[in-house]
C-alpha cells in the first residue's frame, strides 16, 4: 500500500517537472513581453501623476505670483498718485501764497506809482487789473501738465517784465501838463491792453 502511494506520488511530481521543462522560447518571451508590459503601464501611469502634480503646483505657483505682482503695481500706482497730489497741492499753494504777497507789494507800492492823485489812482487802477489777471493765469498754470506750464511761465515773464516797465514810468514820473498826461496815458493805456491780450493768449494753452 505504501509503496503503491509512494509510486503515485513521485509520477505526479515527474508530472510536473515534465510540464515545467514543456515551456517553449515563445512562451517564456510572452510571459516576458506580458511583464514589460505591466511595468510600462506602472511606469506611465506614474510619470501622469506626476506631470499632474507638477501642473498644480506651478499654476498655484503662477496665480500666487500674478496676485503678488498685482498688490505690487496697486501700491506702486498709490504712491505716485499721492506723490503727484501731494506735489500739485504744493504748487497751488505757492501760486497762492505769491498772489498775496504780490497783493501786499501792490499796496506797500502804491504812493510811488505816480505824483498825480488823479494819474496814480488811474494807473494802480490799469496796474492791479492786469496784476490780477497775471495771478489767476498763474495759479490754473500750475494745474497744466508740466510743457504747458514751461511755455506759460517763460511767456509771463516777459510779460511781468513790460508791466515793471510801466510801473517805473509811474515811479519816475515828474509833473506834467495836462496834455502830457493824457498823452501818457494813452500809451500806457495801450500798452496794458496788449499785455492782458497776451496773458489771454498764453492762457488759452494750458
Same mark, same amino acid.
Not at 506520488?9 to 517537472?17: D, E, N, P, S
Not at 510811488?112 to 494807473?123: E, N
Given at each position: 500500500?505504501?509503496?503503491?502511494?509512494?509510486?503515485?506520488?513521485?509520477?505526479?511530481?515527474?508530472?510536473?517537472?515534465?510540464?515545467?521543462?514543456?515551456?517553449?522560447?515563445?512562451?517564456?518571451?510572452?510571459?516576458?513581453?506580458?511583464?514589460?508590459?505591466?511595468?510600462?503601464?506602472?511606469?506611465?501611469?506614474?510619470?501622469?501623476?506626476?506631470?499632474?502634480?507638477?501642473?498644480?503646483?506651478?499654476?498655484?505657483?503662477?496665480? %500666487?505670483?500674478?496676485?503678488?505682482?498685482?498688490?505690487?503695481?496697486?501700491?506702486?500706482?498709490?504712491?505716485?498718485? %499721492?506723490?503727484?497730489?501731494?506735489?500739485? /497741492?504744493?504748487?497751488?499753494?505757492?501760486?497762492?501764497?505769491?498772489?498775496?504777497?504780490?497783493?501786499?507789494?501792490?499796496? @506797500?507800492?502804491?504812493?510811488?506809482?505816480?505824483?498825480?492823485?488823479?494819474?496814480?489812482?488811474?494807473?494802480?487802477?490799469?496796474?492791479?487789473?492786469?496784476?490780477?489777471?497775471?495771478?489767476?493765469?498763474?495759479?490754473?498754470?500750475?494745474?497744466?501738465?508740466?510743457?504747458?506750464?514751461?511755455?506759460?511761465?517763460?511767456?509771463?515773464?516777459?510779460?511781468? @517784465?513790460?508791466? /515793471?516797465?510801466?510801473?517805473?514810468?509811474?515811479?519816475?514820473?515828474?509833473?506834467?501838463?495836462?496834455?502830457?498826461?493824457?498823452?501818457?496815458?494813452g500809451k500806457?493805456?495801450?500798452?496794458?491792453?496788449?499785455? %492782458?491780450?497776451?496773458?489771454?493768449?498764453?492762457?488759452k494753452h494750458?
Amino acid at each position: 500500500m505504501d509503496k503503491t502511494r509512494s509510486l503515485f506520488i513521485l509520477v505526479a511530481l515527474l508530472g510536473a517537472a515534465g510540464a515545467g521543462c514543456n515551456r517553449t522560447p515563445a512562451d517564456e518571451q510572452k510571459q516576458a513581453v506580458e511583464a514589460q508590459n505591466e511595468a510600462n503601464k506602472d511606469i506611465h501611469e506614474a510619470n501622469r501623476e506626476a506631470a499632474e502634480k507638477t501642473a498644480e503646483v506651478r499654476k498655484d505657483m503662477n496665480d %500666487k505670483t500674478a496676485e503678488i505682482r498685482k498688490e505690487y503695481d496697486k501700491t506702486v500706482a498709490e504712491g505716485n498718485e %499721492k506723490v503727484r497730489e501731494a506735489q500739485q /497741492d504744493a504748487r497751488e499753494k505757492s501760486a497762492e501764497a505769491q498772489a498775496k504777497a504780490n497783493e501786499q507789494i501792490r499796496d @506797500a507800492n502804491r504812493n510811488v506809482v505816480a505824483a498825480d492823485d488823479t494819474l496814480r489812482s488811474w494807473g494802480q487802477e490799469r496796474i492791479d487789473a492786469l496784476n490780477n489777471k497775471i495771478d489767476d493765469a498763474k495759479v490754473k498754470a500750475e494745474k497744466a501738465k508740466p510743457e504747458a506750464r514751461a511755455e506759460f511761465e517763460a511767456g509771463i515773464k516777459d510779460v511781468q @517784465a513790460k508791466r /515793471d516797465a510801466i510801473v517805473t514810468q509811474f515811479a519816475s514820473l515828474d509833473t506834467k501838463s495836462s496834455a502830457e498826461v493824457d498823452r501818457f496815458k494813452g500809451k500806457v493805456d495801450a500798452e496794458i491792453d496788449r499785455l %492782458k491780450d497776451r496773458v489771454d493768449r498764453l492762457e488759452k494753452h494750458l
